[in-house]
């Protein structure tokens, strides 16, 4: 067990909680920042540097664009607190950890060598049993996509329109990503680009409807904090995040 | 190669009219104009088969690719056109030209994950800026911003799906057993095979807005030009349902077990038929083009309960061909509703006889959208539906032929009917000639002849109109006759 990973997987859930959580935009933006940078690195070995600047830029771009949304919209705090919130992403990496000791030992059952993609260290072709499992990168990086998922479906799903929703729109797509790799291994260099251009997307199409949203709620949202006074309705004339 | 220089150029330019149409509406249509102008001229010169290494995966241009880019660059060219005259906020032509270009690409690469997250990247856009859009010019219909979020959460979330399906199926515990392994033919083997295919097919029900998800797609409908509709359901749709189609075939093969094979048709069956339904007793071209192109999709995921692998082909020659029909109905609902401003079959009482240029385009969209025996479409339909039905499939299918009879025919008739006032009022339908003849044609300099020029073509607007529908629907008969070379 990489014990760097361990700590990014950490990292990611604590932004994620922040990013959810806080009635700080400033705060939020950091939080979701920190999460996406460390699903960046997320990896071992590192992808090459051409992949993982692509990698940081599209999280950065991402945390940047939603941010800009913030400005003009209400502030959107977490109803359960930040506690509940770190509870609920607790357990979701955990269910990850248990979906990929499950795959392992399913593929395991099935006579398909372990170690890759999976659970288990990277060893000799040949079935184990589940209590010889260990946990690998590939588990992690399932945790930590799971984690996410949970963090972020709430927001997205029952969510009010705003930035919260983009918040949420955000973290379930890095969340999918992440499984992917956690599942199947790690992705080719064509495959990242379209990974980064789809987690990009969902950052501007949540920043976008998040800005539309903050001019169609001017004043009219009971239960958010107004927003602040230099916001104006132009955001509802704007198609896009500035 | 130039697959590549095709999806560079449809990006640039697509992003380039998006960005501008914000602030400088005449110079993103131009833009955006020029941009699928050229990317028909790259459609035209692509070669029928090409391939090359990008990333460490093959990209393969096949001849579906290039039927495809060529009938939607071409497409999207008379479209743009089309915006240009009918004014507004430019929606069209950029979201389409980046549709197109990751539509080429998904088509073309050889890794279905890569091609799923860049479908549901590419697809958002053709929701989002129309929805936008159309929110931002109806302020007493708040409703439209929830609808495109509801929108935007299902191309996003059909895209993150299929992804998540395909991992699973590539996984060392899925379907496939682990990369070289055999499928496995145990029970449970069986039952995660048929669980993929039909998660896979959820998430193309999501995509396509099929019943009974199709409210999002429905709402959708009614706030955006219809323009933007082909773009954001016909075409995105069709690209989504072959990437998904290839996938299952090359994955799963025709191991699903009978029951799944049967929920397909189940979940097919209830859009066709209320599909055509509701296409059938809507008195709302909006509503009617909407229904039927959610019935065309429909039809396509026949093709995932199919037993015959080769049914690929048909789904391929049914999705491009449909989509090219839909694209050329979609240019007439937006000309008839700009020309005449109603667009419920009570207030188009002789549309036609006002408007023959018109008329015709329709009467081609109408045989195109039936298609007869020996056209490609007509034997596309007839082949996915027999394939997945076999014994009662050629009957099926002569009745979902007959669907688009009554829903284009009750419209037909409205044209043929005597001319209400309201068409009367409308945009005449007959070129004339004004400004042109005062400032003199013949007798004038060769300046006051280019001067008088912007004037005729906005005094022959409508008919001008009614040639780009001519136009569409001649590309759409030939698509229809001749397929996509799948």
Redesign the interface.
Known sequence: MNLALVAIVLAIGAGAVLAVSTRDGAASATGLAVALLGAALLSDPLPSPAVLGARVVAALLVATMIRSAMRTGPRQPSPLGWPSEALLATAGAVAGLGLSV???V??AA?G???G???IGEPGPAGPIDAGSVAVTSLALITAAGTSLLVLGAAP?VHGR?GSR?AIG?VL??QA??L??IG???P?????????E??L???GA?GA??AS??AG?MLGDEAGDEPPKPDASGEA?????PR | MTLLVLAAVALGFGLAT??I??RRRSLALAVGLAGSLAVLALALVMPDTDSLI????GMVSTPVVRAMAVAWSASLAVLGLLEVAVGGRPTVVGPSLIGLAVAGLALA?R?P???M??L???G??GV??PG??G??DAPNM?SR??T??RG??AI?GS??LG??V???G?????PL??AG?PV?VDPAGQLSLGLALLVMVAAVAIRTGLIPLHVWAARFMEGVSPLAVPAAFAWGSAAFVLVALDWSQVALGPDAAEAERWLIILLAMASVVLGGLAAMVHDDIEHVLGYSILQDAAVAVLAFASLDPGVVAAARNWLVASATVKTALAAWATVVRNTYGGHRLDDLGGWARHSPALGIAFAGILVAAIGLPNMALFQARTDLVTSAMPGIGPAVALIIAAMPAIYLGRIAIAGLAPISPAIAAGLSGRPRWTGGRAAGWSEGSLTQAIRAIPIELRANRAPLMAIGVLALSVMALLTATGGAGG
């Open positions: 499950g795959l392992a399913a593929a099935g398909v060598p372990v890759v993609p999976g997205l329109p929703r729109l379930v797509t999918v990503l499984l992917r599942v199947a291994g992705a080719g260099e064509l495959e990242e680009i379209a990974r251009a789809l990009v997307v969902a199409t976008a409807l539309a949203a169609s509802r004339r704007s198609l896009l | 998006i960005f149409g914000e990008v990333g460490g995966v690469t890794d994950a890569s091609s997250a860049a549901a990247a590419g958002v856009a989002v800026v936008l859009a929110w931002l708040p911003l929830p495109t979020n935007t959460l996003l895209g993150l992804l998540a395909i991992a699973w590539a996984s060392a515990a899925g057993g682990g392994a496995s």
